[in-house]
């Protein structure tokens, strides 16, 4: 057996052959404050397991970096089930991953009791797994056999899952006798896996997952009983519609029964945006703006004019107006630590104008709405002349909405604040959830492509700064909301795919957004595309995939 050569860390090595990444890392772990939980080789990454291979350009990721973070929460679920199994195995058919909160996961655990005791012994459980720095095996078996694995085990959701797969085989992953499928990478070894923490939440467990180098904003994201509550009605809905994973989905649509699908989850959301009008109609007295704010890709502005809609029914006016109309001077804007121009933060905003702008209105007097030119960076004033009427209401949308510093002149009761995400109901399979931040990606993707002549790979590379933005400036902020709206709809994975697949396919391989157009195609190979035709004009898919009947 001969020697290889490749580069670490920009270094150059020569091992011999067969040796495994996971031996190259112990040479770099001082380097890191984190431990090393992957590789990346170019465009691939790699598991620390794997061989290193002649001519690799290797390059060490700790759960600090995206795909470090996700590998980690993914070893986590694992050593979480794998404990669960060996002390209840009676209830582990009961698991499952539902939401993500905060800096964790909401983990279902079934309709009976789960005590203090019971949560101390599973904690106990996984520390001391960590402790014995057990490696995590991997195997490949067949799709065919794969089905009849997780029917022997009860993992029903999985079962339906690989009855549409359409490659011939399934990596598994065994941790002490536990055997689980897994939607990605996974760490070494549990004695990577140091950092989380247990609670009683609700009815089920938070999994804390102990963030890396998370800025101070980011441990602001509260996990209080509103968000829970749209989380758990989403839940609900797809409960009721019998759809909660993407098998469950494949299943519909296979059958027949996706246009039903399609007219109950409208109903449902029309259903939503009805009792929060319903719900401003009862404050009418004091209220005069209506804030709506929101994570990117949300359907904010479909949202307002459904709202519009519903809000006429009750004898308003509504008045729509963007907080970006309000934007700084170009010359004025603030300007990140790179140099760049932030148009994220609040003071890249002319609150001065604005908090004018609305006192006025809110006195009886009128005022000229600007209108922003991106292009120039200027505020230009078309005689877009408003003043407010008896039965006029005014609604504004923007990213900073919730965020009372932004109105800082209104008064309370003069507002009503209105948080909005695309909060996806359904799991790839019982341990497996999708990421609400990867259904957001994939329509502004769509959409960026169409409406703003922005390519696939720009939406990708801007997205992690897009993400810093609503951590900082509107999650902190999202429990002040007076009423949530989930955007999502259980059916918009298998509308977006025939969309989005190729424009994934059309990222070249040595573009370093190639890793990401992979991973999400990897994604919506699990789910069966269709025709948006039966799509109905006012959903707020429509403003991702063009044809609304609104100005999106």
């Known amino acids: 057996m001969g020697n290889i050569s490749f580069k670490a860390q920009g270094k150059e090595y020569s091992v011999p052959e067969g040796t495994r990444l996971i031996d190259i890392a112990k040479d770099f772990k001082d380097e890191f404050d984190e431990e090393i939980i992957l590789a990346s080789n170019g465009s691939r990454l790699l598991e620390l397991?794997?061989?290193?291979?002649?001519?690799?350009?290797?390059?060490?990721?700790?759960?600090?970096?995206?795909?470090?973070?996700?590998?980690?929460?993914?070893?986590?679920?694992?050593?979480?089930?794998?404990?669960?199994?060996?002390?209840?195995?009676?209830?582990?058919?009961?698991?499952?991953?539902?939401?993500?909160?905060?800096d964790g996961l909401y983990i279902d655990v079934g309709e009976e009791a789960f005590t203090e005791e019971m949560l101390k012994a599973l904690e106990d459980k996984m520390r001391e797994y960590v402790e014995k720095d057990i490696v995590i095996n991997k195997r490949s078996i067949s799709t065919r056999d794969a089905i009849k694995l997780f029917h022997n085990y009860k993992m029903h959701e999985k079962e339906r899952l690989f009855k549409y797969r359409r490659v011939s085989y399934v990596n598994i992953y065994d941790l002490d006798g536990f055997e689980d499928y897994f939607y990605g990478y996974m760490p070494y070894s549990t004695g990577q896996l140091k950092n989380f923490d247990l609670e009683l939440y609700k009815d089920g467990i938070l999994m804390e997952t102990k963030n890396f180098h998370i800025p101070d904003y980011a441990k602001k994201i509260l996990r209080h009983d509103k968000f829970f509550g749209i989380l758990k009605k989403s839940t609900d809905w797809g409960k009721l519609m019998k759809v909660?994973?993407?098998?469950?989905?494949?299943?519909?649509?296979?059958?027949?029964?996706?246009?039903?699908?399609?007219?109950?989850?409208?109903?449902?959301?029309?259903?939503?945006?009805?009792?929060?009008?319903?719900?401003?109609?009862?404050r009418r007295k004091d209220l005069k703006f209506i804030m709506i704010a929101g994570p990117s890709s949300s359907?904010?502005?479909?949202?307002?004019?459904?709202?519009?809609?519903?809000?006429?029914?009750?004898?308003?006016?509504?008045?729509?107006?963007?907080?970006?109309?309000?934007?700084?001077?170009?010359?004025?804007?603030?300007?990140?630590?790179?140099?760049?121009?932030?148009?994220?933060?609040?003071?890249a905003i002319d609150t001065e104008l604005f908090n004018n702008h609305m006192t006025t209105l809110l006195n009886g007097g009128e005022i000229d709405v600007p209108v922003f030119d991106f292009v120039v960076g200027k505020k230009n004033y078309e005689g877009n002349y408003l003043k407010l009427q008896e039965n006029d209401i005014l609604i504004i949308e923007g990213i900073h909405c919730l965020n009372d510093?932004?109105?800082?002149?209104?008064?309370?009761?003069?507002?009503?604040?209105?948080?909005?995400?695309?909060?996806?109901?359904?799991?790839?399979?019982?341990?497996?959830?999708?990421?609400?931040?990867?259904?957001?990606?994939?329509?502004?993707?769509?959409?960026?492509?169409?409406?703003?002549?922005?390519?696939?790979?720009?939406?990708?590379?801007m997205w992690s700064n897009v993400r810093k933005g609503e951590e900082k400036y509107i999650f902190p902020y999202q429990e002040d909301a007076d009423s949530m709206f989930n955007s999502a709809l259980l059916y918009e994975l298998a509308v977006l795919k025939p969309y989005a697949e190729p424009l994934l396919f059309g990222i070249p391989h040595d573009c370093p957004e190639y890793m990401e157009a992979k991973r999400l195609l990897?994604?919506?190979?699990?789910?069966?595309?269709?025709?948006?035709?039966?799509?109905?004009?006012?959903?707020?898919?429509?403003?991702?995939?063009?044809?609304?009947?609104?100005?999106?």
Do not use: W
């Not at 308003?316 to 990140?336: A, C, G, M, Q, T």
């Open 49 to 102: 397991s794997k061989e290193v291979i002649e001519g690799s350009e290797i390059e060490f990721l700790t759960p600090s970096s995206q795909s470090g973070r996700k590998t980690y929460v993914r070893g986590l679920i694992l050593l979480m089930l794998t404990a669960f199994e060996k002390l209840y195995p009676e209830r582990i058919q009961d698991v499952y991953i539902r939401y993500s909160l905060a």
């Open 405 to 461: 510093k932004l109105s800082y002149s209104l008064p309370r009761e003069s507002k009503y604040k209105i948080y909005i995400s695309a909060l996806t109901q359904i799991n790839v399979d019982e341990h497996n959830r999708i990421s609400t931040t990867d259904s957001r990606l994939i329509r502004r993707m769509v959409r960026d492509d169409r409406t703003r002549g922005i390519n696939p790979a720009q939406t990708i590379k």
């Open 244 to 282: 909660q994973t993407i098998g469950a989905l494949n299943d519909a649509i296979a059958g027949g029964n996706l246009k039903d699908l399609v007219l109950i989850s409208e109903a449902l959301q029309e259903k939503r945006i009805a009792e929060i009008a319903n719900d401003i109609h009862e």
């Open 522 to 552: 990897k994604f919506l190979d699990y789910v069966i595309g269709v025709s948006s035709e039966n799509i109905p004009k006012n959903s707020l898919m429509r403003e991702f995939i063009g044809g609304s009947t609104f100005r999106v």
């Open 299 to 347: 359907g904010k502005t479909s949202f307002a004019n459904r709202l519009g809609i519903q809000l006429r029914a009750l004898g308003f006016s509504p008045r729509l107006i963007s907080v970006d109309n309000y934007f700084k001077e170009r010359l004025e804007s603030p300007k990140d630590e790179n140099g760049n121009y932030d148009f994220e933060c609040l003071e």
